[in-house]
């Protein structure tokens, strides 16, 4: 069946990196995609990684891709306060349909 | 772009009245979902369109809810007679399915700023 699984909750301290784990069930996908959500707004895309891809690198944020394993990383470099916020993993299915992981709430101490 | 633009931002009802929440997707956009969002479920997918007609509706909660798109530009997504347990924040998000090179598509969606419901 369609599930996507995070942990609910990282801590960390400012400055150290994050990383947030996800594992999805549809080796079919084809890309996969990390959200953000700040306090009282809706999801922002932060990146995404087409399935034959197994690393993609955008400024502090790192994606790591295990298409064996069905697993999908964040890495978050030299973590800031800002960075605070609930991330979502998601899986592309192969209607338009996104089915998303249940967040992971980061929480950055200084 | 004005991105995705959703109205009200808060509504507050009581029990038993008709709810109706609006969405304008990001112009020029094919697709347009409607979502649920809760600290007890997550993020729920009610429903989604493609060029206007409902494609999948599978995750209407029940008979209550109902949603359109009229248009390319507008939908709503209306909940009668509403309960308290209906209280949530509902998002909305349009998307484009593009074709890239290999035949895959992007499906990113981008989120308008969310109503958050209170029933009483």
């Known amino acids: 069946g369609e599930d996507v699984e995070q942990s609910l909750f990282l801590s960390v301290r400012e400055g150290d990196s994050s990383v947030i784990n996800c594992t999805y069930t549809?080796?079919?996908?084809?890309?996969l995609y990390w959200y953000k959500q700040e306090p009282g707004a809706g999801l922002q895309l932060l990146t995404y990684?087409?399935?034959?891809?197994d690393m993609k690198q955008d400024q502090r944020l790192t994606v790591l891709l295990n298409k064996k394993d069905k697993h999908l990383s964040l890495r978050i470099a030299d973590t800031q306060t800002g960075d605070s916020a609930i991330y979502f993993c998601?899986?592309?299915?192969?209607?338009?349909?996104?089915?998303f992981g249940t967040g992971t709430r980061l929480q950055v101490f200084p | 772009d004005a991105g995705v633009i959703q109205s009200p931002r808060h509504e507050v009802t009581e029990m038993g009245q008709e709810v109706t929440l609006r969405c304008k997707p990001i112009?020029?956009?094919?697709?347009l979902f409607w979502y649920r969002q809760t600290m007890m479920r997550g993020l729920e997918l009610l429903i989604y369109?493609?060029?206007?007609?409902?494609?999948?509706d599978s995750g209407m909660p029940e008979d209550r809810f109902s949603a359109k798109m009229p248009n390319a530009s507008f939908s709503t997504l209306k909940i009668q007679p509403s309960e308290p347990r209906d209280s949530a924040v509902y998002f909305c998000?349009?998307?484009?399915?593009?074709?890239?090179?290999?035949?895959?598509?992007?499906?990113?969606?981008?989120f308008g700023p969310g109503t958050r419901l209170t029933v009483l």
């Open positions: 998601a899986e592309s299915m192969s209607t338009d349909k996104l089915i």
């Open positions: 369109f493609n060029n206007n007609v409902p494609i999948d």
């Open positions: 998000a349009s998307s484009l399915r593009v074709g890239v090179s290999g035949g895959a598509s992007t499906d990113t969606q981008y």
């Open positions: 549809d080796s079919s996908s084809t890309y």
């Open positions: 990684i087409f399935s034959n891809m």
């Open positions: 112009s020029g956009h094919n697709s």
